[in-house]
């Protein structure tokens, strides 16, 4: 009997559909499971074979769950909203909406003959209006408890999206979506106060089971550190009083601060223009300041410039002395008070802009050399030339300064964090409206809620304006309106939200997709939240992770949702790479699409092989001549049908290794180790074929260990086996743990310490027994002549010594 594949596989999808296997109920009565992955954002190109590895894992879990028992919710859903739909609809002349329909029909149709349980009565799109309605509610909710906020900052920015970028957006100063370098440009940005929820999210990762990886990677983004805000009095200023704050996590060291460092972009500048003797040449420094991006400035090995500010210079409030102050494009604004105190005896960068710049250089840790270089080993040293200080341990020394400060009105006790808040506006059509109206005399005014959603108007041009504004801009029906609070002329905000909003919460709407009085119904959100387990790509842990962590955590302390945390558990997978083991992408041609794959092989043997490739965690390369053994390896196992007896349960020989075999899959499938749970079962196949037999009771046990990864053939199998029951109805198989051992044992026999044989005893058999057997054997029996002592260890080993 031949497998047909094709037909078996259309033929379970269309079994699965109509039973609504795969569709979970609210409130039922069974244990819930909520597994999640992260949704596709529907391109043109269709899915490819890293969406499969992605979304395969929760679809063995899902399926798993089910045979367990449990009301299963694995839903599925299209980040639809972003620039590439965008530049597309521009090359192409189609609408963004048609070209998003159009796409999300390809990724469904895709995702179904591939075989996922996906419950598509729940699908989401986040460019439904009826699904930004709810996004845009948020951002309301939001900016009336002031946590969304619009002002004038530097921001990332691609010249090639035409678009601002968040941190997350433009790691190592290149946009996350072009691959162009991202610079620094003066816009009106709305912001989020997600540093504002920074000690909550901290805090949250102590209640979840996040790979640790994930942990460290969102707590070094986040960048807690804790330290000391000081003033320093400012000598020539306009205003006599004025101060300049710093942040420091070394108060220790304040008796050896020489200079101060700006950022070229601090307030200081402007506010003393007049004081500033040399501001020609402070204002070409700032300008060439601002053709670099954060990267660039910042990197520790980069050539140290700047430029001493003539006219101004600050006071170290411990020594009393005056110190200059530079500007210098290393700091930043955006972190801590945008102003460092240089210590160049104990910091490298400031011993190498000290040496530069001929600054003086005062040790205050004993230890170094700091003629040679700076001395930053110090965490144990003892301080030096530091008045109220000297003597003391680094760590003693901190403790006395800070209190000192506090007690001297010079400083206090300090929280910072690396994290900024998140940049919020895109000046593109293709996102949802930001729900806000701006009145001459009313200000900034949301959106009414019940005006909800504030839809995107249809355009036939999808261009920014020639000053780079939102395409929106140029619709003069859409930006002029009138005021919600006084009725006066007023006009809209023309930027749309990123693509990281309609992300930030979709895992709640998947709960309640179609209710149009609430983002999801709180008894739902009660039985069905919080996520499960939820799975996804380490590239998103510091962008979309940390955000609907924040949104959710909002949605919690406004009382929308009723967990503070949106997810129990986060698993990551690895790369799959071309077959060269280069990154796959569409400019290198090395990208695989599964259409073709499912039309050769079928979708079991893809889903096979997607998990067998190697450690899921891990980057692993495409091989198309490895496919075939997944397919020889699914053959071989319908094959089995022509040797199983009509036994339903197990035989004696084959018990243990089948209890085993339930025992290996299921661990190795919770432990998301995948590839090793298909090679024990690959292993019983060989033991079972060698030993040329079968029961009908453990072909179904691997059938229904089988089912979560390769479900058509395991079903075609058990009808023709002649089960009534189809698997997706059937239990799980579970393990008799008192069957996991042979009750028989072989024991070696060494005589004089040379193993000469073996024999098969029982498991407790003690060394009388085992003699016994041995004297049984013939051959061995020959050889214990004048046997002078026996050592007998229990069901390991027996030596005779003759």
């Given at each position: 009997m031949e497998y047909d594949f094709a037909a078996s596989e259309q033929k379970w999808q269309a079994v699965f559909e109509k039973e609504k296997v795969n569709e979970a109920v609210d409130f039922d009565t069974r244990p819930k499971f909520y597994g999640l992955i992260e949704f596709p954002y529907p391109s043109g190109s269709g899915l490819h074979v890293g969406?499969?590895?992605?979304?395969?894992?929760?679809?063995?879990?899902?399926?798993?769950?089910?045979?367990?028992g449990y009301n299963v919710l694995f839903p599925?859903?299209?980040?639809?909203?972003?620039?590439?739909?965008?530049?597309?609809?521009?090359?192409?002349?189609?609408?963004?909406?048609?070209?998003?329909?159009?796409?999300?029909?390809?990724?469904?149709?895709?995702?179904?003959?591939?075989?996922?349980?996906?419950?598509?009565?729940?699908?989401?799109?986040?460019?439904?209006?009826?699904?930004?309605?709810?996004?845009?509610?948020?951002?309301?909710?939001?900016?009336?408890?002031?946590?969304?906020?619009?002002?004038?900052?530097?921001?990332?920015?691609?010249?090639?999206?035409?678009?601002?970028?968040?941190?997350?957006?433009?790691?190592?100063?290149?946009?996350?979506?072009?691959?162009?370098?991202?610079?620094?440009?003066?816009?009106?940005?709305?912001?989020?106060?997600i540093r504002d929820y920074a000690e909550k999210l901290l805090d949250g990762l102590d209640e979840v089971d996040f790979l640790p990886r994930i942990k460290t990677e969102q707590r070094n983004w986040i960048g807690r550190s804790e330290g000391a805000e000081i003033d320093f009095p400012l000598f020539g200023?306009?205003?006599?009083?004025?101060?300049?704050?710093?942040?420091?996590?070394?108060?220790d060291t304040l008796y050896g601060v020489t200079f101060m460092v700006i950022a070229p972009e601090h307030p200081l500048i402007s506010e003393n223009a007049a004081l500033?003797?040399?501001?020609?040449?402070?204002?070409?420094y700032q300008a060439e300041t601002k053709k670099k991006n954060d990267f660039d400035r910042t990197r520790v090995n980069k050539d140290?410039?700047?430029?001493?500010?003539?006219?101004?210079?600050?006071?170290?409030?411990?020594?009393?002395?005056?110190?200059?102050?530079?500007?210098?494009?290393?700091?930043?604004?955006?972190?801590?008070?945008?102003?460092?105190?240089?210590?160049?005896?104990?910091?490298?960068?400031?011993?190498?802009?000290?040496?530069?710049?001929?600054?003086?250089?005062?040790?205050?840790i004993a230890g170094g050399d700091v003629e040679k270089q700076a001395y930053t080993d110090i965490a144990g040293g003892i301080l030096i030339n530091s008045g109220i200080l000297d003597g003391l341990t680094v760590k003693d020394a901190l403790k006395k300064i800070t209190a000192y400060l506090s007690e001297n009105g010079i400083g206090k006790k300090k929280v910072n964090y690396n994290m900024k808040d998140w940049a919020f506006n895109r000046q593109r059509y293709w996102g949802e409206p930001i729900p806000i109206v701006y009145c001459e005399k009313c200000g900034t005014v949301t959106v009414p809620e019940n005006e909800l959603p504030l839809e995107l108007p249809p355009l036939e041009s999808y261009r920014q304006t020639e000053s780079g504004e939102s395409p929106l801009a140029n619709v003069p029906e859409f930006v002029n309106c009138k005021c919600p609070a006084c009725g006066g002329k007023a006009?809209?905000?023309?930027?749309?939200?990123?693509?990281?909003?309609?992300?930030?919460?979709?895992?709640?709407?998947?709960?309640?997709?179609?209710?149009?009085?609430?983002?999801?119904?709180?008894?739902?959100?009660?039985?069905?939240?919080?996520?499960d387990w939820y799975n996804g790509g380490m590239e998103h842990v510091t962008r979309h992770l940390i955000y609907s962590r924040f949104w959710n955590r909002f949605l919690y302390d406004?009382?929308?949702?009723?967990?503070?945390?949106?997810?129990?558990?986060?698993?990551?997978?690895?790369?799959?790479?071309?077959?060269?083991?280069?990154?796959?992408?569409?400019?290198?041609?090395?990208?695989?699409?599964?259409?073709?794959?499912?039309?050769?092989?079928?979708?079991?043997?893809?889903?096979?092989?997607?998990?067998?490739?190697?450690?899921?965690?891990?980057?692993?390369?495409?091989?198309?001549?490895?496919?075939?053994?997944?397919?020889?390896?699914?053959?071989?196992?319908?094959?089995?049908?022509?040797?199983?007896?009509?036994?339903?349960?197990?035989?004696?020989k084959h018990t243990v290794m089948t209890n085993r075999l339930i025992k290996k899959v299921s661990e190795d499938v919770e432990a998301m180790k995948f590839n090793t749970a298909i090679a024990a079962m690959m292993a019983y196949l060989n033991d079972v074929t060698a030993d040329g037999y079968i029961s009908k009771g453990e072909l179904k046990t691997l059938l229904l260990l089988l089912y979560p990864f390769t479900p058509h053939i395991a079903e075609e199998m058990n009808e023709i086996l002649g089960y009534k029951t189809p698997l997706f109805k059937s239990a799980y198989p579970a393990f008799d743990p008192s069957r996991l051992e042979d009750d028989e044992i072989e024991i070696p026999v060494q005589i004089n310490g040379k193993l000469k044989g073996t024999v098969r005893t029982q498991k407790d058999a003690d060394a009388a027994a085992v003699k016994a057997a041995v004297l049984k054997d013939a051959a061995l029996a020959a050889l214990l002549v004048n046997v002078k002592k026996e050592i007998y260890v229990p069901k390991k080993i027996i030596n005779f010594i003759v």
């Open positions: 969406h499969l590895r992605a979304f395969t894992s929760i679809e063995i879990i899902a399926r798993k769950r089910r045979l367990e599925i859903g299209f980040d639809a909203f972003g620039l590439p739909t965008e530049n597309y609809a521009m090359q192409t002349g189609k609408h963004p909406r048609k070209v998003t329909d159009d796409n999300i029909a390809t990724f469904t149709r895709q995702l179904k003959a591939f075989g996922f349980s996906f419950d598509y009565s729940r699908a989401v799109d986040t460019t439904d209006k009826n699904y930004y309605k709810w996004t845009q509610w948020i951002f309301i909710q939001l900016f009336k408890k002031g946590l969304a906020y619009k002002s004038k900052a530097y921001v990332n920015y691609c010249e090639k999206c035409k678009v601002i970028l968040a941190n997350e957006e433009s790691q190592g100063s290149v946009c996350d979506r072009c691959g162009s370098e991202v610079v620094q440009k003066e816009k009106n940005v709305w912001f989020l106060k200023a306009a205003d006599k009083d004025a101060k300049l704050k710093v942040f420091t996590t070394r108060a500033i003797k040399n501001l020609a040449e402070i204002e070409t140290k410039t700047g430029v001493k500010i003539d006219g101004i210079s600050a006071v170290n409030p411990v020594t009393k002395k005056q110190i200059p102050i530079f500007i210098a494009d290393y700091v930043t604004l955006d972190y801590g008070t945008g102003a460092v105190m240089a210590v160049p005896a104990h910091d490298g960068r400031d011993y190498e802009f000290a040496k530069k710049f001929g600054m003086p250089i005062v040790e205050v006009v809209r905000e023309t930027d749309t939200m990123p693509q990281w909003a309609g992300s930030s919460w979709y895992f709640l709407r998947y709960i309640d997709p179609k209710n149009d009085r609430a983002l999801a119904d709180k008894k739902k959100l009660e039985y069905f939240g919080p996520v406004i009382g929308a949702v009723p967990f503070k945390e949106p997810y129990k558990k986060r698993t990551a997978q690895g790369l799959v790479l071309g077959e060269n083991g280069i990154k796959m992408s569409k400019s290198l041609g090395n990208v695989v699409s599964p259409d073709a794959l499912i039309k050769e092989v079928g979708a079991d043997v893809l889903r096979l092989y997607i998990m067998f490739m190697g450690d899921y965690e891990s980057p692993v390369p495409w091989s198309n001549a490895s496919i075939n053994g997944c397919r020889r390896f699914l053959d071989r196992v319908f094959n089995l049908i022509s040797i199983a007896d009509k036994n339903e349960g197990y035989s004696e």
